[in-house]
């Protein structure tokens, strides 16, 4: 079995921190000769190309930040300002809109579906619940389309989720695919750290050899009788965590190493500490990212919280464009920035927004992507979709294309049925690629 050490003599974090998911910053140090050898993977032409995800959890106002109504009653207090010729946004995305010539703005989204566990679903794997077909999220088709080969990093790391019930994960591709979950639940200025993880001081290579192969010994035990698809699960989930405490991979969730000037500049908040993070893992050829920025389900006081909202978004989402491009990472990683729905053009009686899948915006940029423009249109009151129609599905499909993937290809679904990487009524979105 390989050494789990490097250059320290300690394991960084016990496995059963790693396999009950525990989130957090791990220790270990980084190799001096990691950061130039990123730098230099992240130039190279045939490297694979990435996915970061910035989920915005709850249903983002988008009428307030991608796609304002300024002078109808629906628009709201918010004002305009130019991003690219015919490109405006929301006042409170400045960073964002010095950027603009990096984004597209999808304006004609819609779907029908607006309750927030099934639109979450269907936003995030392209598929509507349907029976007992196990759909993956869109992370998990990318990690399993594009591996990493040697990569000691998951595939698919999802950082600080809010998950409805029945997690959307590796579905029928398997759990080697689900998501590294980080930071779920953690708070405060820090964001991802979290305190008192257990380390393993004096444990040698043959110690740690010796009580894997006893654990390797439990599980095929535990599997007798439950068939081999439980096995291999199990002994995947333990492969992964092994890699893990390995110090090269654990470097990459240590944030302290970056700057204090660079994480301030990201946001000392959680999504912006995960937007560092995802910028990181990136570098280090993670195939997809994805980082939560909760509290979009605005139903009572809409323009103060979006208000606040979009300043963490516009920190955070700006910083890693330009931090990306910076690296030259920009042009191999495709960012994808959306929520499960809109919210209604009509103002309620709490100053606040219902959930409205009718019509709502999404914003791309990176990977081949073309910015400094908009696609589609909604009507003047913003209630309807008025130009080039764009469905979810057709979201995962040009994610898929981007990445260089046939969205018409077929994976064997766990009831035996063939499954697109996109549903078979999406198309990639014209004139963005």
Not at 107 to 131: I, L, M, Q, W
């Amino acid at each position: 079995m390989p050494s789990l050490h490097g250059p320290s003599s300690a394991l960084p974090l016990s496995r059963r921190d790693w396999l009950r998911g525990a989130a957090g910053v791990v220790g270990g140090s980084m190799s001096g000769w990691l950061a130039p050898f990123a730098a230099r993977a992240a130039a190279n032409p045939a490297r694979k190309k990435s996915v970061i995800v910035l989920w915005m959890n709850g249903g983002p106002a988008t009428i307030d930040m991608w796609d304002l109504k300024t002078g109808h009653k629906n628009g709201g207090p918010f004002k305009e300002i130019e991003a690219a010729p015919g490109v405006k946004i929301s006042e409170h995305l400045p960073k964002l809109a010095k950027l603009g010539k990096e984004l597209a703005v999808v304006r004609s989204v819609t779907s029908k579906e607006g309750d927030h566990g099934r639109a979450t679903f269907f936003a995030r794997t392209g598929y509507n619940p349907v029976g007992a077909i196990q759909f993956p999220a869109l992370g998990s088709v990318v990690a399993h389309e594009l591996p990493r080969e040697g990569n000691d990093l998951p595939g698919f790391v999802s950082i600080a989720p809010r998950r409805f019930a029945g997690e959307i994960g590796g579905g029928f591709l398997g759990p080697k695919f689900a998501p590294l979950v980080v930071g779920e639940g953690a708070v405060g200025p820090d964001g991802l750290k979290v305190p008192n993880l257990e380390r393993l001081a004096g444990v040698t290579d043959a110690a740690a050899t010796d009580r894997l192969k006893l654990l390797e010994g439990l599980e095929e035990k535990y599997g007798e009788g439950r068939g081999g698809a439980v096995i291999e699960n199990i002994q995947a989930s333990t492969a992964s965590a092994v890699r893990l405490m390995r110090p090269e991979a654990a470097a990459a969730f240590k944030l302290d190493e970056e700057k204090d000037k660079t994480r301030e500049t990201y946001g000392r908040n959680l999504f912006g500490q995960g937007c560092l993070l995802a910028r990181r893992l990136v570098e280090r050829g993670v195939a997809c990212v994805e980082v939560t920025l909760d509290g979009w389900d605005t139903h009572t006081n809409n323009f103060e919280q979006v208000k606040g909202l979009s300043g963490t978004l516009d920190a955070a989402f700006g910083t890693l464009i330009a931090d990306l491009k910076d690296r030259g990472l920009l042009d191999s990683t495709i960012v994808v920035c959306m929520g499960e729905f809109g919210r209604t053009p009509k103002i309620n009686g709490g100053n606040g927004r219902d959930h409205w899948p009718a019509s709502w915006a999404a914003v791309m940029a990176g990977g081949g992507i073309k910015g400094g423009q908009v696609i589609g249109k909604t009507s003047a009151d913003g209630t309807a979709v008025e130009g080039n129609e764009v469905k979810v599905p057709d979201l995962i499909a040009t994610v898929c294309k981007a990445t260089g993937l046939d969205p018409t290809k077929q994976n064997m679904s766990n009831v035996g049925r063939p499954i697109r990487l996109a549903d078979p009524s999406a198309k990639p979105i014209e004139g963005l690629l």
